[in-house]
């Protein structure tokens, strides 16, 4: 059995969304800055030894191709550093040898 599950819009409601779309299109969400994002190179220093580390961001499809100090964001590091900014704490290791950094710049 098929159910036909209309969606049907009024004058009205096209007006409306037009409205809210030309909206989204002159005014687009800017990301803040200095916020970590793909293709963003985040340093950081390391809290127990007081040394610098940087890292880039990169995205998932371009993994396979990263450089040394490439992070992919499909990894737990790269998934802590997505999003962060200049004084957000970052957890370093996993298990015993568990630290942290503090994120000092974060640059395009």
Known sequence: M???V???????DIATLNAKLGRLYRNPVIPPENTAMIGSTVTLINCLDS????FRLTDSGSCPEAEKDDVCIGSPFGLALLGTKPGSVVKLG???EEGHAVVLKVSS
């Open 2 to 4: 098929m159910m036909n």
């Open 6 to 12: 209309g969606f049907n819009l009024g004058s009205r």
């Open 51 to 54: 040394s610098e580390l940087t």
């Open 94 to 96: 996993s298990g015993n």
